[in-house]
């Protein structure tokens, strides 16, 4: 029989309806039940794509005997850890004070007033790993409720107020001025923490850090650094090369498990893929390197592939696991490609690493699987077999189409197709940044129409009417429900910013705007800074306010980021005001761990480098309008805007007002706090502005 969770749009929730566990979702009934009947409960947090969520799932949740247990003794919740960022960032921070590390499952026991007294993650079905069983802790936390009651609820407020100072690394005194001293300490920090070898930073298992190479691209292209080059370089060829990138089908899995890039944690996430799309982009605008194009495309033609919904929103992730194995869909036998590639076999497993023995073990699969990794380049391939490397490049080429068309008839990993506008916030921007690459050809049109049918669908279907209409969190099945979180907010600000300045289509930039002046209103903290829910959201044991840089960009550090931008195309000192104090408050955090807080660090770059504005007044379909709009795109130019209209034409952006064309000639004026040097209708001039 169904439980609770059967009315639920979440595919994470949903894959939990069928349970012999008396599931609700987070709200009033449960926990008002906890409440009427005495109970604790306890709460798991987990989202579709997750292994070990599975493995407990089938483990526990789905055994007669363990969810009787529960049943009984608690009222049991289960959240999707992507549609409620509040809820687990709270838990989280809970389970990491109480045990030292966290990760999902997370499994967590509460009051019925929702403080947590006792916590963890995954918990096996019998006592390995150093854990106990699941039954046991089940058991033992029941027994302390029963009898030794004070002693949990001392514990339990004792959390909350933990909960109130965790994540608070914002300094006391903000009358400390912004200061290049701060980005060179984080810089140098980086480079202490790099790992010379395999690239990266830290061990296995080994995440990519898009905010950290965003970083540092800001820095080499103020300082030309030969250090700096190389620790991007080194990192972003290793992560292509690697097993972590898709090398048949695009895109990047979630993390390398080992130290090398090689055997990924399969499912794949979009949040990773809209930050790494644009760091390859801005790479290859930066240095000049084809593979990272190669690989930005690759990432774009896959989500446009595989991820993006008819009605033009971006699906949220791809499972690890498909037929009950992780991996599976991804890996390879040496015989499985020798069947499909014939005598190319050789060439083919020699470049990818393939090997009879195999680089990868699944303990539900059998052995001699592997990862395709770039294991040699063309050039080595090409000696070894006396052909060239463009002859070597077009058979690899002809042999991964023919592997991709093979695995297209495998059972796929199921896609969890639910839209978070955050995440979309970010593939947007993507997207847009992409679309105005001329170097793409006709890519770049249809990145375009992705990115505009997207912004559509944001602004349509993920707010409530207007006016006063909200942006809200989740949408799924053609239903959006859910208030819309600071980080919500802050991404597809960024998005439409970036699509604004691709399209030049103001009702983006309004868009924007509008959105931004309602962040402030709904979520601003009088001391600094914004909560992470507006003001009218639903009282928890603590208003959360996330600091910290992690898989995603903090809420605070992009919407620093994005009032930055907005300032640049308008000079409202509101937005200027707002970031500026939030930036002042995180110096020390950005020096001290700048791997924790790269996005703040590339707010701060854009705050301290002297935004350049550039406003163009004139047709830009003319030859004279196009090539002073190329000029001023030319080359990776992070710390710029560029605004763009005709000149007789009412704009909503104070940058353009009062910049008229000079003989009728598409201008452009290239500006600092909205005071312009002289207007140029030259290419040449303007890029000498420019410099």
């Not at 009787?68 to 921070?93: G, H, T």
């Not at 050809?441 to 669908?457: Q, S």
């Amino acid at each position: 029989m169904p439980n609770r969770l059967m009315d639920e749009t979440s595919l994470y929730l949903l894959q939990h309806a069928h349970n012999p566990v008396a599931w609700y979702p987070w709200g009033g009934e449960a926990l008002s039940r906890a409440r009427d009947e005495d109970k604790p409960i306890f709460l798991s947090i987990g989202y579709a794509a997750c292994h070990w969520c599975h493995v407990m799932a089938h483990e526990s949740f789905e055994d007669g005997t363990t969810a009787a247990v529960m049943n009984e003794l608690f009222v049991n919740i289960k959240v999707d850890r992507e549609e409620r960022p509040d809820l687990d960032s709270i838990y989280m921070d809970a389970v990491v004070g109480m045990t030292g590390r966290g990760g999902w499952p997370m499994s967590v026991f509460l009051t019925p007033d929702g403080k947590p007294f006792h916590g963890g993650t995954y918990f096996p079905p019998t006592p390995r790993y150093g854990m106990p069983s699941f039954r046991h802790v089940l058991e033992s936390v029941a027994a302390a409720w029963r009898d030794r009651r004070a002693e949990v609820l001392e514990n339990g407020d004792g959390l909350v107020g933990y909960l109130k100072r965790a994540g608070d690394f914002a300094e006391k005194d903000g009358s400390r001025s912004l200061s290049t001293v701060t980005l060179d300490e984080a810089e140098r920090e980086i480079g202490r923490g790099f790992d010379g070898v395999n690239g990266g930073w830290g061990d296995a298992p080994k995440f990519p850090q898009p905010m950290t190479l965003e970083f540092l691209l800001r820095r080499h292209a103020r300082t030309g650094d030969a250090k700096l080059r190389a620790m991007i370089d080194r990192t972003l060829v290793a992560m292509a090369r690697g097993g972590m990138y898709d090398q048949l089908g695009g895109g990047f899995h979630r993390y390398s498990t080992d130290a090398r890039w090689l055997v990924p944690h399969f499912e794949k996430m979009l949040y990773d893929n809209g930050q790494l799309a644009r760091v390859y982009l801005h790479a290859w605008q930066a240095l000049g390197d084809p593979l990272y194009r190669r690989i930005a495309t690759g990432i774009l033609d896959y989500v446009a592939r595989e991820m993006t919904l008819a009605e033009g929103g971006f699906c949220s992730t791809q499972d690890a696991d498909s037929e009950g194995a992780e991996g599976k869909f991804f890996a390879w036998t040496a015989d499985e490609i020798r069947s499909i590639l014939g005598d190319d076999a050789k060439l083919f497993n020699d470049g990818f690493g393939v090997t009879a023995g195999g680089n990868f073990t699944e303990g539900r699969l059998p052995p001699g699987r592997n990862i395709l990794n770039a294991a040699k380049d063309a050039e080595g391939i090409a000696a070894a077999n006396g052909l060239t490397p463009g002859a070597v490049e077009a058979k690899l080429d002809a042999a991964r189409r023919a592997l991709f068309a093979a695995r297209e008839s495998r059972v796929k990993p199921d896609r969890d197709d639910k839209v978070l506008s955050a995440w979309n916030g970010l593939m947007l921007a993507a997207f847009s940044e992409a679309a105005r690459d001329e170097s793409l050809g006709t890519k770049a049109a249809t990145y375009l129409a992705i990115a505009e049918r997207n912004a559509e669908f944001l602004l349509r279907e993920m707010r409530t009417p207007a006016p006063g209409g909200r942006l809200l969190r989740v949408w799924k099945d053609g239903r959006a429900r859910l208030n819309a979180y600071l980080e919500d907010h802050a991404g597809v600000i960024e998005g439409l910013i970036e699509l604004y300045q691709t399209t030049f289509d103001e009702r983006w930039f309004v868009a924007a705007r509008e959105l931004a002046d309602s962040m402030i209103a709904r979520f601003a903290d009088p001391a600094g800074g914004f909560f992470d829910t507006s003001d009218d959201h639903e009282a928890l044991v603590t208003r959360p306010k996330d600091l910290r840089d992690n898989a995603v960009p903090s809420g605070n550090a992009q919407a620093a980021t994005v009032l930055l931008k907005l300032h640049a195309f308008t000079g409202d000192d509101t937005y200027y005001r707002q970031a500026e104090s939030m930036l002042r408050l995180m110096q020390g955090a950005m020096a001290r761990t700048p791997t924790g807080f790269s996005q703040w660090l590339c707010a701060l770059d854009f705050a301290l480098g002297g935004p350049r504005e550039i406003a163009i007044s004139g047709d830009l379909r003319t030859v004279e309008g196009r090539a002073l709009l190329a000029a001023a795109r030319d080359g990776y130019r992070p710390n710029q805007v560029i605004a763009a209209a005709l000149p007789d034409r009412a704009s909503a952006i104070p940058l353009l007002l009062d910049r008229p064309a000079i003989g009728g000639r598409a201008t452009a004026y290239v500006c600092r706090d909205l005071a312009c040097q002289k207007p140029v209708t030259e290419p040449g001039e303007l890029l000498a502005q420019m410099q």
